[in-house]
Nanobody
């Protein structure tokens, strides 16, 4: 059984940084991509960043230049380095691994105070 566990969320002042981690336990035979999504109160879940098995990355326009996604494939771990955080980055951040099926973490809260 595959489980994704996120960590690294918390409360930070605007302009600060956080690093999220997501570790997948269990066996995932094929991974197409690993990524982060977020959902703010009253809003739909949105893609923040994704990294493919080939190493290509894609970011939401709102986080380009501030967030960096990386991975350690051997450890089935994906990271999200978040710099220059803004209050509008406040949300629950979810890790997602896309294999032949989708796997989601339980989410970690990120709160950015102004």
């Amino acid at each position: 059984q595959v489980q994704l566990v996120e960590s690294g969320g918390g409360l930070v002042q605007a302009g600060g940084s956080l690093r999220l981690s997501c570790v997948a336990s269990g066996t995932i035979l094929t991974i197409f991509s690993m990524g982060w999504h977020r959902q703010a109160p009253g809003k739909q879940r949105e893609l923040v960043a994704v990294i493919t098995s080939g190493g290509s990355t894609n970011y939401a326009d709102s986080v380009k230049g501030r967030f960096t996604i990386s991975r350690d494939s051997a450890k089935n771990t994906v990271y999200l380095q978040m710099n220059s955080l803004k209050p509008e980055d406040t949300a629950v951040y979810y890790c997602k691994i896309q294999g032949r099926m989708s796997y989601w973490g339980q989410g970690t809260q990120v709160t950015v105070s102004s």
